[in-house]
């Protein structure tokens, strides 16, 4: 390869060439474009244009002279401090090649070399080889001096033969991705994070609405974000930036007790432990005693997680946050009934146009707290849409406490929007069946809906706890009467009044 490269550029690529222009003898003097010339043997240096004149010296072969005046064939030059004429027949002219010192710059364009190729210091192959470009490498270049690109290389920059270098056919698709500044954006709706950037590639997951994503590329209107440990593209419409980062935001995990006012939930004459820290080995400051009320100043929700906690009378520390209810508990032993709102944060449950699941059954077990807390102990699994306790958090909340009944309260959805009605499903136990039944006869009955009938369900949730339990699934958010239903604040408060009779009722 460094062979070819060298035939190709030799003819252009030296600084000077040498041109046979011997000077033609004239009569008159004239001046001349001042231009150099060589020796091409060595000559003398007369006084005058006359080859009788006195010889001032003797020019060496191969020496530059400069001349700008002739007579007849005879160079008025100076060489060494002396001015005189030497005879034309021995001069060559020396022409400059400009052609390589002109550089060129261009839209920056990718080629392909077509062989290896040397990567040269400069625009001409005697430079110094820098080293070997394989063939088949995509290089850019944006400059050129002739025929030679400048290119940068494994670190190197410099200069090689055009001759090799193939434009690159950019195949133009559909959408061409844009790169920009790293933004931060707030999503306006949940939406899907997509493996590319149309509507109809697979769906990775579910970004709920509110969260911070960061993207510095897009495709059109596709957004390419990680959410999760996914990584994908969402459209645009549903985007807005912000200038907070999610490390602004409040962490999802706080949203359940942060600044809330709650009350101490322990057997009757129990009380709950006051700690110096976050950790059950933390010393004792003090102890709770059932009811009582604290502000949680810093909520880390996590099942067995703690809390910080301001006491009613002005005392700082932690609690373990599953012994704390929004539902005030009575003074006197109760029956406890632990509620699951289903999904919660990221797991939105059932969607259908921007309905959650995750929100409808929040709304519904606020609604059945409020209505069993003048009867009852009630403790929630999550108290916040944006709150996701995993499945086992949930049983292990239930199984923290002496619980009476569990139920996990959920919304159905089907690809078919013709399936719709009520259904139930139980793990183990007798009373796990009942409790089942009886929801099933309440919400049928009272509400009207379609029964679908209790079912045994091999569902984590009722495998962990271990009171009795029920999965509820109030209806069908992909049927239209069942939906109409689901996000009615009227019928809402008839199934909390259903789901709490039949609770009651089991007890
Ligand atoms: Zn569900």
């Known amino acids: 390869m460094p062979t070819k490269t060298s035939v190709l550029i030799a003819s252009i690529a030296s600084a000077v060439l040498f041109t046979v222009a011997a000077p033609t003898p004239e009569a008159s003097a004239a001046s001349i474009t001042k231009a150099t010339y060589q020796t091409t043997d060595a000559l003398n240096l007369r006084v005058s244009a006359s080859t009788s004149s006195k010889k001032l010296l003797t020019i060496p072969k191969g020496k530059s002279v400069v001349s700008s005046y002739k007579t007849g064939n005879w160079y008025k030059v100076s060489y060494s401090s002396k001015t005189g004429y030497v005879s034309g027949s021995y001069l060559k002219k020396k022409v400059a090649v400009k052609a390589s010192t002109v550089g060129t710059s261009f839209t920056k364009t990718n080629y392909t070399t077509t062989d290896s190729l040397s990567l040269r210091k400069s625009d001409s192959a005697t430079s110094t080889k820098l080293l070997t470009i394989p063939k088949g490498t995509t290089l850019s270049s944006a400059y050129k001096k002739g025929s030679w690109y400048k290119v940068s290389y494994k670190s190197k920059t410099g200069y090689v033969a055009g001759s090799y270098l193939k434009k690159k056919t950019t195949v133009k698709t559909s959408s061409a991705g844009t790169t920009f500044a790293k933004t931060n954006y707030i999503t306006l709706d949940a939406l899907n994070l997509r493996t590319s950037n149309s509507a109809t590639s697979t769906k990775l997951l579910t970004i709920p609405k509110g969260k911070v994503v960061t993207s510095s590329y897009r495709k059109d209107n596709w957004y390419q974000v990680s959410y999760g440990s996914k ?48 950790s059950s080995i933390s010393p004792s400051i003090g102890t709770l005693p059932r009811g009582s009320v604290v502000t949680v100043t810093n909520a880390l929700h996590k099942t067995k997680g703690f809390v910080a906690v301001k006491t009613s009378d002005g005392r700082y520390g932690y609690v373990e946050a599953t012994y704390l209810s929004l539902f005030q508990p009575s003074m006197s032993s109760r029956p406890l009934v632990v509620l699951d709102p289903g999904h919660g944060g990221h797991d939105v449950g059932a969607a259908r146009y921007g309905i959650y699941e995750r929100d409808i059954v929040m709304s519904v077990a606020k609604l059945v707290a409020e209505r069993l807390s003048k009867t009852v102990d ?102 239209a009467d069942d939906r109409a239903k689901l996000v009615s604040p009227s019928y809402q408060q008839r199934y909390a009044d259903a789901v709490a009779n039949a609770i009651l009722s089991s007890l």
């Open 231 to 278: 990584k994908g593209y969402v459209s645009g419409s549903y985007l807005k930036k912000t200038t907070s980062t999610s490390a602004s935001l409040p962490p999802v995990s706080t949203a359940d007790y942060s600044g809330s006012t709650m009350y101490v939930l322990v057997p009757f004459n129990d009380s709950l432990t006051l700690r110096s820290g976050a």
């Open 378 to 479: 009630v403790k929630l699994t999550r108290y916040t849409n944006d709150y996701y306790p995993s499945l086992t958090d949930r049983s292990v909340i239930s199984n923290a406490h002496k619980t009476n009944i569990f139920v996990s309260i959920h919304i159905n959805a089907a690809t078919s929007n013709s399936a719709y009605g009520a259904e139930n499903f139980y793990y183990r136990g007798n009373s796990s069946v009942a409790l089942s039944r009886n929801l099933q006869k309440n919400l049928v009955n009272s509400i009207g809906l379609r029964d679908r009938g209790i079912k045994f369900g091999n569902l984590a949730v009722l495998r962990g706890t271990n009171a009795p339990a029920t999965l509820t699934e109030l209806g069908f958010l992909s049927n």
